[in-house]
């Protein structure tokens, strides 16, 4: 519920504010290779990250809101990927 939540609202974020304040809110170089990783995997990128504790799961909803992911491709992504965290 409150992942999947937040996640929504990081990404609705990421698609409202543009790249230039992502790029400040999560620095420009994590935001360039999160959008690279995106766009090559797409929903496996999402949820990569939801269980990778390597990757800012914030950052990830952010840039996938910002790179236009499908919101229902996101969410989906985001509840399989926390999956492991809730179970």
Not at 4 to 10: E, M, P
């Amino acid at each position: 519920g409150g992942l999947l939540l937040a996640a929504g609202v990081a990404y609705a974020l990421g698609r409202a504010l543009g790249p230039a304040t992502v790029a400040r809110v999560i620095g420009e170089r994590t935001e360039r290779r999160i959008e690279e990783f995106v766009h090559h995997y797409g929903a496996w990128a999402v949820i990569v990250a939801r269980v990778s504790p390597l990757v800012s799961t914030d950052a990830v909803s952010f840039v996938a809101g910002l790179v236009g992911m499908r919101p229902g491709r996101f969410l989906a992504a985001t509840a399989v990927g926390t999956l492991p965290l809730t179970a």
